[in-house]
C-alpha cells in the first residue's frame, strides 16, 4: 500500500512500510507473509475453537490459538500476564476489522495491539488479541507543505521518522521506545516523551483518527467539520453536553501540571475547536479500534547541543531543574547514580558513560538546545554552565556539541528501562507510581519525601527521566514473587497522598492500564469518575474494546493477574553451562522484562530472524517468554524439551546480538545451548546434528580426499539426497575443502626469545581455507612476533567445541575444549596472547569456556588473553615500519562484521586494522546477521537468504569491481559469495596482500 507524498511542484512518491536497502525487498515481504515456512506443529497441536475455526475461515492473517501463542501475548512490559482469548494477526486493515466483527458477533472481549511495550499493563487481557504491529504498518500520506502525515496504528516511530528527514521534517513525540513503538499504541496511551516542553504530546500533535467501533461505526473522530458519521456526531454532541455539565468540576479537578494522561481527556471536549481524536487519544483502546491516524509534524531543529550537568546530591539535582527550565532548553532529563553504576557494567554503553560523566556524582541532568541558530544553543550550554556556577557547582557542565556523541548519550537515556530492570535477582524496579508529575519548585521535596517511603517500607527507589516537567520515572525494588504486592499497594497509598498534596497529577505519562486505573477514582472523585463510565457507553456499550482498563478496573495488587502468581516456580533443567550468576538459569531467563527493545529494524544486529519474520514467536522477548512458561509448568505440559521451546528457537541464528544489545543482558545464543543439548539427550540426534557436530572428526579424511569429496558434492542429485537425508536444502551449495590443511603445513615451533603469539587453527580454516592462517602468520611475524602453530602434544588438530554446541553435543564439546584448554595452559602460565581467525570458534573461547569451566582459573586466563586476528592486528599495525607496506595503490575496503564481532565489540578492530594500511579507504556496511549463521543458512534457506537481503547483499552489489569486500566470518563470505557472487577476502587476506615483499 503505498504513501504519497504532498508538496508543491513534487511527485507523488512512494513510500514502503518498512524501507530497507534491498533489490530483493519484495522477497523479504513474501517471507513475512508466509506462515508455513516459519511454523511446524502450531496448527497440528491446536485445540479446536469455535472462534478460532471461523477467524481461519474469514480473516486474511495468521489465527493463533495455540498456548505458546497465547502464552506469549499474555504479557507486555508491565508486572501482568493475562492469558488471551486468541491472537490475530491480519495482513489487511479489512482483514482487521473482520476478526473485530467476529469477534464483537461472538460477545468476545477485543484487545488492539502494537509492539506490546506498555508498562502499565494495557495491552494484556482475557480478549481476543489483534496485533497490528506486523502489516498494518503504512505510512499513507505525507503532505510535506502542510507539515502533517497520516499512518496506520502499527507503524514504528522510527520508521516514520527516517521517512520524514529527507523533507526536513519530524514527529517530535520523541519516546524512548521509538524503534519499537508504534504510533497507534502512542495514541493510545497519550504518550508524551522527552522533547514535550517544547513539542506537547500526543494529545497536542493528532489532529484526527479514522476509526471503527465495536457496534460497526465506522468513520471520523476529528473536528467537527469532518465528521460525517450520525453515529459519530451524536456522540460529539454528548461530548458538548457533557463538558457543559462537568466543566467547573473538571477546571477543580484536573491537575495544572504540563503532564497528566489519566482517564480520558474530559479537558479537551470545550465546544470551542471539540475535536473528538482528543478523546480518543489516552483511550488506550477502550473505546475504538484505530485505522488511521492523522498526526502534525514539526521542523528538524537545524542544530542541536547537549550539555551534561553534575550534582554532587540526588536533590540538588530536582531543585535545579527548575532553574535550568527557565533558560528555554528543550530538554532536562535525569540519570541517577543507580542507572549510571548500571550503564558502567553493560558493555554496550560503559564507554560513553566513562568518556561523559566525571567522577561519581548523585546525577546528572541531560539539558538539551535546539534551534535553527547554533550560535544561540552554544549560548544557551554558556548559561547553563553560569548558572550551575551561580548554584554552587562552576565547572560541573561538560558540554557535547557533536551529533555523534549527543547520540551515543541520548540512547543511554532511552535504554533506562531496561538499565534498571538490568539489576540480577528477583528485586526488580517495579512500575506502579512511575510517573507521577508535580510542580517544579515541588520536585526536590517530593522526591524527597518519596524516599523516605521507600525507606520505611524496606526498599529503595530509582529515578530517572523527565526532570524539565517534574515527572520522573520512578521505580521502588520490589520482589513480585514474594512480598513485593503488600509493598507496593502500601507505598502507592503514600505516594498518592504526596501528589496530592502537591497538586500533581498521578498519570503523567505511560497511562492507567491496570496498575493505575483505580487510581483515578481518589483524584477525580465520583462525578468525573462516573463521566469516564458515561464516555465508555456512548463508544462502547457492550463493553468490550479493552475492559477493565481506565473504568470498572481490578485491583492493582491482584495476584492473580500478576506475571509471578502465588505459587509461582520455574524448575530448572539439568545444565550445561554455569548460570550461578543470574542464581540459576531460569533467573537468566527471567531478566527479560518484555519492554521489547528486540524490535528494532534500525542498527545493530538483534533479533535476526525477526527482522524478516516479524514474529513474536522469534524475536529475543517471545523466546525469553516460551522459555519461562515452558520451565514454569505454563504451556499445557510442554517442558524445556517440548515442541512450543523447539519451534521459539528454531530460527535462532545464536547471534549473540542480544547478549550486547539487549539492556538486560539476555543471552539467547547461550540458552540455545542448553535447550539443545537437553532435547537431544531427550530424543538423540539427528543425520543433521551428526553432520554438523562432527565437523572436526571428519574434516581431516575430507581434506584427504578432497578432489573426490568436493566432486561428489557437486555431482547431479548429491544436494538433493542431502537434503532428504539431513534437511540441508539443495539451493545451497556446501563448501570445499583443501587437499592440505594448514596445520599439516607447519613446522614444529618453539617459543623464541621475542614475543610469541599462538595462533589458534580452528576447524574452518585449517582444513577449508588454510590460505586465511598463512596470511595471519605472516602479518603477526611482520609485527616482530613469532607464531606458534598450536597443537595437541600428539601433534592433532585442537577444537574449541563450537560445532558440538550447536550441534547439542555437550559432553563432546567439553571434551573437546578440554583438550584444547590442556594444550593452551603452558601458553596461559606464561600469558601468551591466543589469536583465532574465525570468530565463533575465538569468542567461544572467552565466553562460552567461562560457562563450561567455572571456577577454572586458566579458563578465566584464557578469556582475557584470546583476542581475534583484528584486534592484535590492530594494536601492533599502527606502530609498523612504513616501509613494511607496499608502496603502490590505496585498496579500498567494504567490510562487513560477524555478529559475534559486534556482540564483543570487537568489529571496530577489524575497521582500524584495515585503516592501517597507507591510504586505504575502510568503510563498513551498516548490517546486521548475514544469515548463514553456520548450518542455519543449509537448513533455512528462505529465512537466510531474507536476512541477508535486507542490507548486506545489497550493499555489496552496489560496491564498484574494484572495491575488496572484506569479512571475518567463514559463514559470512559464503553467504557473499552465494547470494551475490562477489568473493570476499578474510582481514588477515587483506591486510598480508598489502604488506610488501620481506627483503
Known amino acids: 500500500m503505498p504513501a504519497r507524498v504532498i508538496a508543491a511542484g513534487w511527485h507523488f512518491l512512494p513510500i514502503m512500510p518498512h524501507p530497507a536497502p534491498s533489490s530483493n525487498a519484495r522477497a523479504v515481504k513474501a517471507l513475512m507473509n508466509s506462515t508455513q515456512a516459519i511454523r511446524f506443529t502450531r496448527d497440528a497441536s491446536t485445540p479446536a475453537h469455535p472462534l478460532a475455526e471461523r477467524l481461519r475461515r474469514e480473516v486474511d492473517g495468521d489465527v ?221 483502546g477502550t473505546l475504538a479500534w484505530t485505522e488511521r491516524i492523522t498526526l502534525e509534524l514539526a521542523d528538524i531543529p537545524r542544530h542541536k547541543t547537549l550539555g551534561v550537568a553534575h550534582f554532587p546530591k540526588f536533590h540538588d539535582a530536582m531543585d535545579a531543574a527548575q532553574h535550568i527550565v527557565k533558560l528555554g532548553p528543550c530538554a532536562v532529563e535525569l540519570v541517577d547514580r543507580t542507572m549510571i553504576d548500571l550503564s558502567r557494567a553493560i558493555p554496550a554503553f560503559a564507554s560513553t558513560i566513562d568518556r561523559f560523566v566525571r567522577g561519581e556524582p548523585d546525577a546528572i541532568l541531560l539539558v538539551e538546545f535546539a534551534g535553527e541558530d547554533e550560535s544561540e544553543q552554544r549560548r544557551g550550554l554558556r548559561r547553563l554552565d553560569e548558572l550551575m556556577a551561580d548554584l554552587g557547582f562552576p565547572g560541573a557542565v561538560v558540554a557535547l556539541p557533536g551529533a555523534a556523541e549527543q547520540k551515543a548519550l541520548w540512547e543511554i537515556r532511552k535504554a533506562g528501562l531496561n538499565i534498571m530492570m538490568s539489576m540480577k535477582g528477583d528485586g526488580k524496579p517495579v512500575s506502579f507510581i512511575e510517573d507521577c508529575a508535580v510542580p517544579l519548585e515541588h520536585l526536590a521535596e517530593y522526591t524527597s519525601e518519596l524516599t523516605q517511603v521507600f525507606r520505611k517500607h524496606g526498599t529503595e527507589g530509582t529515578f530517572y527521566a523527565h526532570a524539565s516537567v517534574g515527572c520522573l520515572h520512578v521505580r521502588p525494588v520490589l520482589n513480585m514473587k514474594g512480598d513485593g504486592a503488600i509493598r507496593m499497594r502500601a507505598i502507592a497509598e503514600e505516594a498518592a497522598d504526596l501528589v496530592r498534596r502537591y497538586k500533581g497529577a498521578y498519570s503523567g505519562e505511560h497511562g492507567d492500564g491496570i496498575v493505575r486505573s483505580e487510581w483515578i477514582a481518589p483524584f477525580f472523585g465520583e462525578r468525573l469518575t462516573a463521566a469516564l463510565g458515561e464516555i465508555k457507553g456512548w463508544f462502547d456499550p457492550r463493553g468490550l474494546m479493552n475492559p477493565g482498563k481506565i473504568v470498572n478496573a481490578p485491583k492493582q495488587d491482584d495476584r492473580s493477574l500478576f506475571r509471578y502468581k502465588p505459587g509461582y516456580a520455574a524448575v530448572e533443567p539439568a545444565t550445561v553451562l554455569d548460570w550461578s550468576a543470574w542464581g540459576g538459569m531460569p533467573g537468566a531467563i527471567e531478566m527479560c522484562n518484555n519492554n521489547g527493545h528486540c524490535r528494532k529494524f534500525d542498527a545493530g544486529t538483534m533479533c535476526p530472524s525477526y527482522r524478516v519474520t516479524r514474529d513474536e514467536a522469534h524475536l529475543t522477548r517471545g523466546r525469553a517468554n516460551t522459555l519461562r512458561l515452558a520451565l514454569s509448568g505454563q504451556l499445557a505440559g510442554q517442558g524445556f524439551t517440548g515442541e512450543a521451546v523447539r519451534e521459539a528457537f528454531e530460527l535462532c541464528v545464536s547471534c549473540k546480538g542480544c547478549k550486547r544489545e539487549c539492556p538486560t543482558g539476555v543471552d539467547m545464543a547461550r540458552l540455545k545451548i542448553e535447550h539443545l543439548a537437553a532435547d537431544r539427550e531427550a530424543n538423540g540426534f539427528s543425520w543433521r546434528d551428526r553432520l554438523v557436530g562432527n565437523l572436526p572428526d571428519y574434516a581431516p579424511w575430507a581434506s584427504r580426499f578432497a578432489p573426490v569429496a568436493n566432486a561428489l558434492a557437486r555431482l547431479p542429485g548429491a544436494s538433493s539426497v542431502l537434503q532428504s537425508v539431513a534437511g540441508f536444502d539443495a539451493r545451497r551449495p556446501l563448501p570445499p575443502f583443501a587437499s592440505r590443511s594448514w596445520l599439516g603445513s607447519q613446522p614444529r615451533d618453539a617459543p623464541g626469545t621475542g614475543p610469541s603469539v599462538v595462533l589458534f587453527a580452528d576447524t574452518f580454516n585449517n582444513w577449508m581455507e588454510p590460505g586465511n592462517l598463512t596470511a595471519a602468520r605472516r602479518v603477526i611475524e611482520a609485527t616482530g612476533h613469532a607464531v606458534i602453530a598450536l597443537r595437541s602434544p600428539g601433534g592433532k588438530p585442537l577444537c574449541c567445541g563450537r560445532t558440538y554446541l550447536s550441534a547439542g553435543m555437550a559432553a563432546e564439546a567439553r571434551a573437546r575444549a578440554t583438550e584444547l584448554l590442556e594444550a593452551l595452559s603452558p601458553h596461559i602460565e606464561r600469558g601468551t596472547p591466543v589469536v583465532g581467525l574465525e570468530p565463533s570458534c575465538l569468542f567461544t573461547l572467552k565466553d562460552e569456556f567461562l560457562g563450561l569451566f567455572p571456577g577454572d582459573s586458566r579458563a578465566k586466563a584464557l578469556a582475557e588473553l584470546a583476542m581475534p586476528f583484528e584486534s592484535f592486528a590492530a594494536r601492533h599495525l599502527a606502530a609498523m615500519d612504513p616501509r613494511r607496506w607496499k608502496p603502490e595503490g590505496m585498496p579500498e575496503f567494504l567490510v562487513h562484521g560477524h555478529c559475534h564481532q559486534k556482540a564483543f565489540d570487537t568489529f571496530g578492530d577489524t575497521l582500524a586494522a584495515l585503516r592501517a594500511v597507507p591510504g586505504a579507504r575502510v568503510s563498513a556496511i551498516e548490517s546486521g546477521c548475514c544469515g548463514m549463521a553456520g548450518s542455519f543458512g543449509h537448513e533455512h534457506y528462505d529465512e537466510s537468504m531474507a536476512m541477508a537481503e535486507l542490507s548486506l547483499l545489497p550493499a555489496v552489489r552496489r560496491a564498484s569491481a574494484g572495491t575488496v569486500v572484506v569479512a571475518a566470518g567463514t559463514s559470512c563470505r559464503g553467504q557473499i559469495s552465494h547470494g551475490a557472487g562477489r568473493a570476499a577476502i578474510h582481514p588477515a587476506v587483506a591486510l598480508a596482500d598489502a604488506l610488501a615483499a620481506i627483503p
Open 64 to 284: 493463533l490459538f495455540d498456548a505458546a501463542s497465547r502464552g506469549r501475548y499474555s504479557t507486555d512490559a508491565s508486572i501482568y500476564q493475562i492469558e488471551p482469548v486468541g491472537v490475530v494477526v491480519p495482513r489487511t486493515m479489512d482483514a482487521a476489522l473482520a476478526a473485530l466483527a467476529i469477534a464483537a458477533d461472538a460477545g468476545v472481549p477485543i484487545l488492539p495491539r502494537g509492539a506490546g511495550t506498555s508498562q502499565c499493563g494495557q495491552t494484556v487481557g482475557a480478549a481476543l488479541v489483534i496485533d497490528a504491529s506486523k502489516h498494518l504498518n503504512h505510512i499513507v500520506e505525507i503532505d510535506v507543505a502542510n507539515r502533517r502525515a497520516v499512518v496506520e496504528p502499527g507503524t514504528v516511530l522510527d520508521t516514520l521518522n527516517a521517512t520524514l528527514k529527507p523533507h526536513g521534517l519530524w514527529f517530535p513525540v520523541d519516546v524512548s521506545t521509538a524503534a519499537q513503538a508504534t504510533l497507534g499504541g502512542m495514541a493510545g496511551n497519550n504518550s508524551c516523551g522527552t522533547r514535550s516542553l517544547t513539542y506537547g504530546y500526543m494529545v497536542h500533535r493528532v489532529t484526527a483518527i479514522d476509526g471503527w467501533l465495536a457496534d460497526g461505526t465506522r468513520g471520523r473522530f476529528g473536528p467537527m467539520a469532518d465528521i460525517a458519521s450520525p453515529a459519530i456526531r451524536a456522540i460529539a454532541d454528548k461530548a458538548v453536553a457533557l463538558w457543559q455539565r462537568e466543566k467547573d468540576e473538571i477546571a477543580r479537578r484536573f491537575p495544572r501540571v504540563s503532564r497528566h494522561v489519566a482517564g480520558y481527556n474530559l479537558d479537551a471536549l470545550s465546544p470551542e475547536g471539540l475535536n473528538l481524536a482528543k478523546l480518543l487519544v489516552g483511550s488506550e
